[in-house]
């Protein structure tokens, strides 16, 4: 990417998750970025491909954030489920005090056709799987159902984090997921 192209994207990136997808047009990232039209349009061809490109290089950076706490945590599966909740909580505090840009571009991008709903859809079923993953080193029968609840804590907290309704709503869900983890373990034979 070109460093006038990725002022652009950050620029992009920064406006949308301020301002709103709809509300920000090419106009204003090309004048936030010190760049022009043309040059947008050269490098991204359209809006909705900025939109894409801004979504795609959020998750991307979500992802790799997500990886560190995950390798930081201790190897025990409980200990690396509460880790997801402590990374959403550290990355919300430091990118997100919105809330979800994912959740937030669903709000504007609900339509299927949108080439930027399966980067919205495909993050979110990615968190759904790594959930389900990690659920299943502690309970392989129940993974799928223990995957959803932690999903449900997990994007509950995101969307009252953004909506700022709650107090500390991603360390409530943590201590509810450690709480389930909890009475599951007890569960267990053995």
Not at 18 to 30: M, Q, S, T
Not at 103 to 117: G, K, L, R, T
Request: with cysteine; glycine share 8%.
């Amino acid at each position: 990417m070109t460093p006038a192209a990725r002022r652009a994207l950050d620029a992009a990136g920064r406006l949308f998750y301020e301002r709103g997808i709809h509300a920000v047009g090419v106009d204003l990232i090309a004048a936030e970025a010190g760049v022009t039209k043309k040059t947008l349009y050269d490098r991204f061809g359209s809006k909705e491909q900025i939109v894409v490109e801004y979504l795609a290089d959020r998750d991307e950076r979500w992802r790799a954030f997500l990886a560190e706490h995950l390798r930081a945590a201790a190897p025990a599966p409980k200990a690396r489920i509460l880790a997801v909740f402590d990374a959403s909580e550290a990355w919300v505090a430091e990118h997100s005090p919105k809330g979800c840009s994912m959740v937030n571009a669903h709000a504007e991008i609900s339509d299927p056709a949108h080439p930027a709903y399966p980067v919205i859809t495909g993050q979110k079923r990615w968190m759904l799987g790594l959930f389900t993953e990690l659920a299943g080193e502690i309970t392989p029968d129940g993974a799928a159902t223990l995957g959803r609840t932690l999903m449900l804590l997990h994007e509950g907290a995101l969307v009252a984090h953004g909506l700022g309704i709650l107090p500390d709503p991603i360390r409530h869900a943590r201590r509810q997921a450690e709480e389930a983890l909890t009475a599951l373990a007890g569960q267990r034979p053995g």
